[in-house]
């Protein structure tokens, strides 16, 4: 299976090129002999996976927010009418969207699609294989680099990705500030909800930078720590809200 990627205003090293321009877009062109569906061996779905993600891998970053795809099959017609070698579109795209996902992938997860298109076209007899085009859109603004990359628990069930090198002291300082902001606004808004009737979640809590812990799936376990494992980190360089405090006394604003 041949895979070729093509960034628009973006590249392996950033997700933009023009700044102040938040448009971007990955298109992954590959060809192969057979369709692979979501019944095919976990096996075959594993190398077309593989396959992707070879090339994929090589983006440094991965994107956060929402994006829209788009999935253009170029398929032999008469293949697709009278055999059953092709399967339901909707059948075949599970394998491909799986290949996106993950460390080695470009989103964290495919909950992040706020939009699905998928058409077919009768290919060129002349043309070897099946050829298929993934287009992604998205918000450069919303992404975040793989270096250094962990997902901290905010809530209850939900992470998020933070770029944070655990041995850095004034580091886990600024994100254990900006954790506990994070978990004060989900207090008040529990507060609001049970002292005043009124729904806030929206406006304090929803986020597209957090994401529930199943939704990590393709990310090294051990970057992905629990408030209690935080809390150890931070405890073992004697990080307190003291110290917090203290260091923000000493910014020159």
């Not at 009737?197 to 809590?205: D, K, V, Y």
């Not at 935080?230 to 604003?253: G, V, W, Y």
Request: hydrophobic residues 40%; charged residues 25%; contains cysteine.
């Amino acid at each position: 299976m041949n895979v070729k990627i093509i960034n628009k205003n973006c590249d392996f090293e950033s997700p933009y090129l023009i700044e102040e321009f938040a448009d971007s877009s990955i298109e992954i062109d590959s060809n192969f002999k057979r369709i692979i569906t979501a019944q095919s061996k976990k096996q075959t779905q594993d190398i077309l996976i593989q396959d992707i993600q070879n090339e994929l891998r090589n983006f440094k970053w991965l994107i956060l927010g929402k994006v829209q795809v788009e999935i253009h099959w170029f398929i032999d017609a008469v293949e697709k009418q009278e055999t059953d070698k092709i399967g339901d579109l909707d059948n075949i795209t599970k394998p491909l969207l799986d290949s996106l996902t993950g460390h080695s992938g470009v989103l964290i997860d495919d909950s992040q699609i706020n939009s699905f298109h998928s058409t077919w076209t009768s290919k060129n007899g002349t043309i070897e294989g099946n050829i298929v085009k993934i287009i992604i859109n998205f918000n450069n603004d919303y992404s975040i680099m793989k270096e250094n990359l962990c997902f901290i628990q905010t809530g209850s069930a939900v992470y998020m990705p933070l770029n944070i090198d655990l041995d850095n002291e004034h580091q886990l300082q600024i994100m254990k500030f900006f954790i506990g902001i994070m978990k004060a606004k989900r207090i008040l808004s529990d507060s609001f909800k049970k002292n005043a009737n009124a729904n806030l979640e929206r406006l304090l809590i929803y986020s597209e930078y957090e994401f529930h812990r199943t939704r990590l799936v393709g990310f090294d376990k051990n970057r992905i720590l629990t408030s209690t494992a935080f809390e150890e980190i931070c405890n073992k360089k004697n990080i307190d809200i003291s110290s917090i405090l203290n260091t923000l006394k000493n910014i020159n604003l």
